[in-house]
């Protein structure tokens, strides 16, 4: 049974902050805003913070954002497509359809964040940790999860072909409704995950199994 994630606590009315945020320094702090419509590029700081809020058609581009912290935030219609968020913190927060193709989330932390038909090819959550946690309506092909830890997360009615799961426990975790051909996990880490019977064929390798 899926948990309820914690919703971004944000204003209703918000100033607009977009012109402060062109040129961003480590340990910078940003709260109670918006920004809108703007393209950010050639960025690296580390220990950003963001606190409620609201980010909508904003494209970063060419940029390292490494240790961020996102606290009540909420990504609207943003491209971040190859940025590197690695080693993030990331607590209530919404990322709507949001390309995040090849975005490094690795060694990250997400709480109560959701991921709402988003476009995350080949994007990295290695040895990322995840609780309470949905993608829903997502593309994940090449996604690398490698040794994620995962506590109370979901995947629905998500693309996974050819994702990296290995090393990470997948016990409890239902995949029955996603869509992929390949997956990349250990057989160990297998034990209590939820399939279709079309998943089958997937994993009979994995058993050594021939299937006619």
């Known amino acids: 049974m899926k948990s309820k994630i914690e919703i971004p606590k944000i204003p209703l009315s918000?100033?607009?902050?977009?012109?402060?945020?062109?040129?961003?320094?480590?340990?910078?702090?940003?709260?109670?805003?918006?920004?809108?419509?703007?393209t950010i590029d050639n960025q690296k700081a580390s220990k950003v913070s963001f606190e409620k809020m609201v980010f909508k058609n904003v494209t970063i581009m060419e940029s390292a954002l490494t240790e961020t912290e996102l606290t009540d935030v909420i990504f609207d219609k943003c491209d971040f497509s190859n940025i590197d968020f690695s080693g993030s913190f990331i607590h209530r927060a919404e990322f709507r359809n949001c390309k995040l193709i090849g975005t490094d989330f690795s060694r990250s932390r997400f709480q109560n964040v959701s991921f709402l038909s988003c476009l995350g090819d080949y994007s990295m959550f290695r040895f990322a940790k995840f609780k309470q946690v949905g993608f829903e309506d997502c593309s994940l092909i090449s996604a690398d999860f490698y040794q994620s830890t995962f506590q109370k997360i979901w995947f629905t009615v998500c693309n996974m072909d050819q994702a990296v799961l290995s090393g990470s426990k997948l016990e409890g975790i239902d995949l029955s409704d996603c869509e992929f051909e390949k997956l990349y996990v250990e057989i160990e880490d297998l034990n209590g995950c939820i399939i279709s019977s079309h998943h089958a064929s997937s994993f009979a390798g994995l058993l050594g199994l021939v299937i006619k």
């Open 14 to 38: 918000l100033p607009i902050l977009s012109q402060q945020v062109f040129s961003l320094k480590s340990k910078d702090e940003f709260s109670m805003g918006t920004i809108d419509d703007i």
